[in-house]
């Protein structure tokens, strides 16, 4: 690498990780980053765009996260560094950098604000105890559960989150069976406000690409990461389907943005989707902190190697609970903060999963001792300004909807 550019020198030994994932753990970290709250929304977007196109659409869309997730690899081969945080150090300038910190931050701690938003909704009607109650519990679980180092050391709440989301899916795939097909008389022609509503919510169904990175450097063989990936996009893309067409056939075509407000609230089966999601809330939190963590521990006080970081575990608990305090106190007292969050996610959580993987990309192949044959060259340039286009397309679509 020449001096005028050491965009891709390598860390001499390469980032001090622990490499004790398995494809299993992997799988479980990234389903449960990715699925969630957003499988109730998905069955709409199948009524505004109708069966063929929004299968089409949630095709295209699983092919663009997982070229994504290609993405970050080549990235993470490149440099010798595993989290987005450290590629964007390596691959941006300052500014860049944050820009990317602003959109992470923003997008992790409007997630975590909603789910326990979203806890206190579907709880409350089953305790006996306020939603200040409930949101002060929910802060209290989840702070011992954010501390761990690594998405592997979450694999059992990374197992309960794919459970509560497989336990949504049987249970709408059931009340489905129990409906007619819809009459395809009654919905209305596809518009551009109906694909505008649908893209977005589909892209942020795979949101995941933030803990690709650390996933992929925590792989006891990283070989396996294409395996990973595949598994999380083809299995994701199939449980999404399901649900779709699962909430369209029950709602006859017309399910609403959140088809749990369309079932009857004695319904048994139902209710215990409403716990299983409140459960699946808490239980994402850790995953979807540990972005954000990495951001504040390299930002206050610098990288440092497995052994160091055990020394920071009261740095740790103490910016873990300011950010939970902070969550809690907007959570409970804002009125309706469900269109600001959606807005947020829908720029913020595109732009990160999409373009600036792209864009990762793209700044390896412009580095002067990239080390790529002159096809991958022109290959992974390509896959840059697809990936970055997608991103901003996606953006802009939501913004315009």
Not at 97 to 118: H, N, S
Not at 151 to 175: D, G, K, P, Q
Not at 228 to 246: D, N, W
Request: charged share 10%; net charge neutral.
């Amino acid at each position: 690498m020449t001096e005028a550019r050491p965009l891709l020198g390598k860390l001499q030994h390469g980032e001090d990780i622990e490499q004790h994932a398995t494809i299993g753990t992997s799988y479980l970290g990234l389903m449960s980053t990715m699925a969630g709250a957003c499988i109730l929304a998905l069955p709409s977007t199948m009524g505004a765009s109708h069966v063929i196109p929004n299968t089409i659409l949630l095709i295209i869309v699983t092919v663009l996260s997982l070229l994504a997730c290609s993405c970050l690899v080549i990235a993470c081969d490149a440099t010798g560094v595993y989290s987005y945080e450290l590629l964007s150090k390596r691959l941006c300038s300052p500014w860049q950098i944050w820009a990317i910190r602003a959109l992470t931050m923003g997008l992790l701690f409007g997630a975590v604000v909603m789910y326990i938003v979203i806890s206190m909704d579907m709880l409350e009607p089953f305790v006996p105890l306020s939603r200040f109650v409930l949101g002060a519990l929910f802060t209290i679980i989840s702070l011992p559960m954010c501390l761990p180092d690594t998405i592997h050391a979450l694999r059992y709440t990374n197992f309960l989150v794919v459970l509560c989301v497989m336990y949504i899916v049987a249970i709408l795939s059931w009340h489905a069976f129990q409906n007619p097909w819809p009459n395809v008389s009654l919905t209305s022609p596809i518009t551009y406000s109906a694909i505008a509503y649908t893209m977005p919510i589909q892209a942020l169904s795979y949101c995941c690409h933030l803990n690709v990175a650390r996933a992929y450097g925590e792989l006891e063989h990283r070989s396996n990461i294409t395996i990973v990936s595949s598994l999380i996009m083809v299995s994701g893309g199939i449980l999404y389907f399901i649900a779709s067409l699962a909430g369209y056939v029950c709602f006859q075509g017309m399910p609403p943005a959140d088809i749990l407000t369309g079932f009857s609230s004695d319904d048994t089966s139902v209710n215990g989707v409403r716990i299983a999601l409140g459960l699946c809330m808490i239980c994402k939190t850790p995953v979807t902190f540990q972005p954000f963590r990495e951001v504040i521990e390299l930002v206050c006080l610098g990288p440092a190697t497995h052994e160091e970081q055990r020394h920071r575990m009261p740095f740790r608990v103490f910016a873990t609970s300011i950010f939970l305090l902070a969550s809690f106190i907007l959570a409970v007292s804002a009125q309706d903060i469900s269109v600001v969050m959606g807005l947020i996610g829908g720029t913020s959580g595109v732009l990160l999963s999409f373009t600036v993987p792209g864009y990762f990309v793209w700044q390896v192949t412009q580095a002067q001792d990239h080390g790529l044959l002159p096809d991958e060259l022109k290959k992974y340039r390509i896959l840059a300004v697809v990936m970055m286009a997608t991103g901003f397309l996606f953006t802009i679509v939501s913004l315009t909807k």
